[in-house]
């Protein structure tokens, strides 16, 4: 079946710092999309991005369907970027995210 | 709009009770979709639908069922409430425009079953 696999699981910075993770998948997509998932629970939409570049602002998103993986970029962190990411192929398979903690 | 809107926001069952997650989106979408995630875990698709009197299951579809009888309402039902489905519940809705698929989802229920 398809596999979405995420990296790293977790995720340390100090405010400030750039940040790159990363959303591999098993087989070929053409729907990817990366999610915040606040520490209230909300999933919030970052990127519907099948293939190609995205920016919004501090985050950008990569996607090189034909190797498989996606990235997201987040510049300057803040303590509001803290959550869980999660990238979804194919709409549904979702990975099991990576946690990302900002320190002030 | 209200985009996806889900009650309740908390439940607690006991065992062998039943109940239903409601589910309404207003965005005119053709695809419904339900999702549970355990704690520390991602989404698993429960069930989705396609378009209203279509239906499907999808990854873990043991011990629910769902019914969509028009585009806005995508109700969840749980029979027999086991511990194992204590999670919390997210209801999504997408629009297959040209092969895009983008969801966008609900608040969430927060169900525990003791």
């Known amino acids: 079946g398809i596999q979405v696999e995420q990296s790293p699981p977790d995720l340390i910075l100090q405010e400030g710092a750039n940040s790159t993770l990363r959303c591999n998948f098993s087989d070929s997509v053409n729907n990817l999309q990366w999610f915040h998932q606040n520490p209230w629970g909300q999933l919030i939409n970052l990127f519907y991005?099948?293939?190609g570049t995205k920016q919004n602002g501090r985050l950008s998103a990569t996607t090189v369907a034909t190797e498989r993986y996606s990235l997201l970029y987040i510049s300057s962190s803040q303590t509001t970027d803290s959550g869980v990411y999660f990238c979804?192929?194919?709409?549904?398979?979702f990975g099991a995210g990576t946690r990302l903690t900002v320190k002030p | 709009n209200a985009g996806v809107t889900q009650t309740p926001k908390f439940r607690i069952l006991k065992i062998g009770q039943s109940m239903t997650l409601q589910c309404t989106q207003d965005m005119n979408h053709n695809y419904m979709y339900w999702y549970r995630q355990d704690p520390g875990m991602g989404l698993k698709l429960i069930y989705y639908s396609v378009g209203a009197g279509i239906t499907d299951k999808g990854e873990v579809p043991n011990g629910y069922n769902v019914s969509r009888s028009t585009t806005e309402d995508f109700p969840l039902r749980l029979e027999l409430a086991a511990p194992s489905q204590t999670s919390v519940y997210f209801c999504a809705s997408s629009y297959s425009v040209g092969g895009s698929y983008e969801q966008y989802f609900g608040p969430g229920t927060r169900l525990t079953v003791t």
């Open positions: 991005i099948p293939s």
């Open positions: 979804a192929a194919f709409s549904w398979r």
